[in-house]
């Protein structure tokens, strides 16, 4: 009886111990190394596809959160844009009063005072908002900035020079608000003498 044990018992062994020479699908060990390397460059491939897809969306997301710093920055730099431009015309009025009340003579001195002393107080917070006049006249024609309204003929500045402004130009922030309103040299046109016009 003790002998069966012992022949149990080596029949046992032999049964749970690992076959040295076959993988547990039945293949053979080189088979299961050649899947294994195959599956490792698999998923290395596939984690690296995985880390460049990361790497655009991220790039994606970070242009994204710069072009909507820029625009919200653009809003509130912009956003009184409108009031801005509405306000311009008091300037303008505020200009033109001072300017007649300077003509009037000294009849008007305390009323030139006043609007002077509104006219530049307007203009002053006008300025602290980023919005300032530029100057026009005596400068090349930019048609980014200005607007011609005439030509005027003349032969002492160079032709597209702005020689007169009928109406300022300003600027909000780095932004042409409203363009100024000119005439623009031109060059006189050589008069022609109408063949027989003498007789």
Same mark, same amino acid.
């Given at each position: 009886?003790?002998?069966?044990?012992?022949?149990?018992?080596?029949?046992?062994?032999?049964?749970? @111990? #690992?076959?040295?020479? @076959?993988? #547990?699908?039945?293949? %053979? #060990? &080189?088979?299961?190394?050649?899947?294994?390397?195959?599956? /490792?460059?698999?998923?290395?491939?596939?984690?690296? *596809? %995985?880390?460049?897809?990361?790497?655009?969306?991220?790039?994606?997301?970070?242009?994204?959160?710069?072009?909507?710093?820029?625009?919200?920055?653009?809003?509130?730099?912009?956003?009184?844009?409108?009031?801005?431009?509405?306000?311009?015309?008091?300037?303008? $009025?505020? &200009?033109? !009063?001072?300017? $007649?009340?300077?003509?009037a003579g000294e009849t008007s001195q305390g009323l030139q005072q006043g609007v002077e /002393?509104?006219?530049?107080?307007?203009?002053?917070?006008?300025?602290?908002? &980023?919005?300032?006049?530029?100057?026009?006249?005596? *400068? %090349?024609? +930019?048609? !980014?900035?200005?607007? @011609?309204l005439m030509q005027v003929e003349k032969d002492d500045v160079p032709a597209n020079t702005?020689?007169?402004?009928?109406? +300022? &130009?300003?600027?909000?922030?780095?932004?042409?608000?409203?363009?100024?309103?000119? =005439?623009?040299?031109?060059?006189?046109?050589? *008069?022609?003498? @109408? %063949? =027989?016009?003498? *007789?």
């Open positions: 009886m003790k002998e069966e044990w012992e022949q149990e018992g080596e029949e046992d062994r032999a049964e749970t @111990a #690992p076959a040295t020479d @076959a993988a #547990p699908d039945g293949s %053979a #060990p &080189g088979e299961e190394r050649d899947t294994l390397v195959r599956d /490792l460059k698999q998923k290395t491939r596939e984690a690296a *596809e %995985a880390n460049e897809k990361y790497l655009r969306i991220y790039a994606d997301f970070d242009n994204y959160r710069k072009r909507m710093q820029r625009d919200i920055n653009d809003f509130r730099k912009y956003a009184n844009e409108q009031l801005a431009l509405e306000l311009l015309t008091v300037v303008d $009025h505020l &200009g033109l !009063a001072l300017k $007649h009340s300077c003509e /002393l509104v006219y530049k107080q307007l203009r002053d917070v006008l300025e602290k908002f &980023g919005i300032k006049k530029f100057s026009a006249e005596g *400068e %090349a024609f +930019d048609p !980014a900035k200005h607007e @011609a702005v020689v007169q402004v009928f109406q +300022d &130009g300003y600027l909000y922030h780095d932004k042409v608000l409203r363009h100024a309103k000119v =005439g623009v040299s031109k060059k006189p046109q050589p *008069e022609t003498v @109408a %063949a =027989g016009s003498d *007789e």
